[in-house]
């Protein structure tokens, strides 16, 4: 059975797991590396986890059996508090075509309803095209703005929001 659990400090070691082997297995959906962040300290990452409050920030686990699955965590905007920023999105292989990238999103929705955030907003990478797809089938739709994706210059990152009622 596929459990969803909160980040939170008790769990900054299995953040660290989880993050690092996202950043490992799928480099490009994220604005960070694996080759930066295997260089942070626990206390770094009992930071990182401690932050994820629930207030303005929270993340979530999806577990089975103690094997990580999936990983997502959503801060509120600091200019604008009725917009919430999904990062750190990832499903394990394992996971994947099982809805728990779905159940991941549904508890990021539930947690921003209950903080009257009322727009999601993340990035997706244009090459990630199992991505954009994956969260258009949940809804969210593409805005038209891009940036350019840190990594590689040739790459952009794609807007996308979906509202939190939805």
């Not at 954009?132 to 990594?151: A, Q």
Request: charged share 25%.
């Amino acid at each position: 059975m596929i459990t969803l659990v909160r980040i939170e400090a008790q769990s900054a070691q299995t953040y660290k797991a989880i993050r690092l082997a996202a950043l490992k297995q799928d480099p490009l959906s994220f604005g960070s590396t694996y080759e930066r962040e295997v260089l942070l300290s626990d206390k770094d990452w009992l930071t990182r986890a401690s932050s994820l409050d629930g207030e303005n920030r929270v993340g979530f686990f999806a577990l089975e059996d103690e094997q990580a699955l999936g990983l997502v965590a959503c801060f509120r905007d600091s200019e604008d508090p009725a917009v919430g920023e999904v990062i750190s999105m990832w499903v394990a292989p394992a996971g994947r075509r099982r809805g728990v990238g779905s159940d991941l999103l549904k508890a990021i929705r539930h947690w921003a309803q209950e903080r009257r955030i009322q727009t999601i907003r993340l990035l997706v990478t244009s090459l990630n095209t199992a991505g954009i797809c994956f969260y258009e089938r949940n809804g969210f739709v593409r805005t038209g703005k891009t940036v350019p994706y840190p990594h590689t210059p040739d790459t952009v990152e794609i807007e996308m929001i979906l509202s939190a009622d939805a």
